[in-house]
C-alpha cells in the first residue's frame, strides 16, 4: 500500500473521519514513532554500515536487506509523522450525550441470529477487530452510530443487509468535568 495518500483508503464521503483517533491511539502511534526513530532505524543503519564496509554490496544480503528495511522504516516514520500532524484526538470520556452512540463509544448488540458482540468504535489507525474495536469508517459503526438502546439498524454485510439491535452503550469515566461539559458529539 502506498502511504503517500493516507485517506485514500477510505471512501471519500468519509474523507476527514480518518483523522479522528482516541488519546489512546496518539499515544500509540507516538510511542511507535519514538522506537523507529530511536531504536529501530540507528540499528539498521549499524548493520548497514557495517555491511558495506564488507566489500561487494550487490551480493551482500546484510546490506541489501538492511538498505530495504530502512526504506520500509522511512515510509512508516512519514505516514505516522503526518498523520500525527493531522490527527484529531477525541477523547471518548468527555462525550456529553452518553445515550447514544458516537466515536468512542463501546457497543453491544445483537445479530439477527441472536449473537451479541461488543465493539469499541475507534479511529482508522486503531481498529483492531480481534481486540473488538472497529473503524469509525467501517459498516458496523456506520449502522450503529447516532442509535441509542433499543434501536434497530440495518447494517450493510458481504451477504446482504441485516438488522441488529443496539443493546448497550458506554463511554469511558470523565475524570476532568470542565473538559467534558463542553466536549462536542463526534
Given at each position: 500500500?502506498?502511504?503517500?495518500?493516507?485517506?485514500?483508503?477510505?471512501?471519500?464521503?468519509?474523507?476527514?473521519?480518518?483523522?479522528?483517533?482516541?488519546?489512546?491511539?496518539?499515544?500509540?502511534?507516538?510511542?511507535?514513532?519514538?522506537?523507529?526513530?530511536?531504536?529501530?532505524?540507528?540499528?539498521?543503519?549499524?548493520?548497514?554500515?557495517?555491511?558495506?564496509?564488507?566489500?561487494?554490496r550487490?551480493?551482500?544480503?546484510?546490506?541489501?536487506?538492511?538498505?530495504?528495511?530502512?526504506?520500509?522504516?522511512d515510509?512508516?516514520?512519514?505516514?505516522?509523522?503526518?498523520?500525527?500532524?493531522?490527527?484529531?484526538?477525541?477523547?471518548?470520556?468527555?462525550?456529553?450525550?452518553?445515550?447514544?452512540?458516537?466515536?468512542?463509544?463501546?457497543v453491544?448488540?445483537?445479530?439477527?441470529?441472536?449473537?451479541?458482540?461488543?465493539?469499541?468504535?475507534?479511529?482508522?489507525?486503531?481498529?483492531?477487530?480481534?481486540?473488538?474495536?472497529?473503524?469509525?469508517?467501517?459498516?458496523?459503526?456506520?449502522?450503529?452510530?447516532?442509535?441509542?438502546?433499543?434501536?434497530?439498524v440495518?447494517?450493510?454485510?458481504?451477504?446482504?443487509?441485516?438488522?441488529?439491535?443496539?443493546?448497550?452503550?458506554?463511554?469511558?469515566?470523565?475524570?476532568?468535568?470542565?473538559r467534558?461539559?463542553?466536549?462536542p458529539?463526534?
Open positions: 500500500m502506498d502511504d503517500a495518500n493516507d485517506e485514500d483508503d477510505v471512501p471519500r464521503r468519509l474523507a476527514g473521519v480518518s483523522r479522528y483517533v482516541t488519546p489512546a491511539g496518539m499515544a500509540a502511534m507516538r510511542a511507535e514513532l519514538a522506537s523507529l526513530i530511536r531504536e529501530e532505524r540507528p540499528r539498521i543503519v549499524d548493520i548497514v554500515s557495517w555491511a558495506a564496509g564488507n566489500g561487494d550487490s551480493e551482500n544480503g546484510d546490506y541489501l536487506y538492511g538498505k530495504k528495511r530502512l526504506r520500509e522504516i515510509r512508516r516514520v512519514r505516514f505516522l509523522t503526518r498523520r500525527i500532524e493531522k490527527a484529531i484526538v477525541v477523547d471518548p470520556a468527555a462525550q456529553t450525550q452518553r445515550d447514544r452512540v458516537f466515536f468512542g463509544a463501546t453491544s448488540y445483537v445479530t439477527e441470529a441472536d449473537e451479541e458482540r461488543t465493539v469499541a468504535i475507534v479511529g482508522v489507525d486503531e481498529a483492531d477487530l480481534a481486540a473488538g474495536q472497529v473503524s469509525l469508517a467501517s459498516p458496523v459503526a456506520h449502522a450503529l452510530l447516532g442509535g441509542r438502546v433499543g434501536d434497530e440495518r447494517l450493510l454485510t458481504p451477504s446482504g443487509p441485516e438488522m441488529i439491535e443496539i443493546l448497550r452503550i458506554a463511554y469511558p469515566a470523565c475524570d476532568v468535568p470542565d467534558c461539559a463542553s466536549a458529539a463526534v
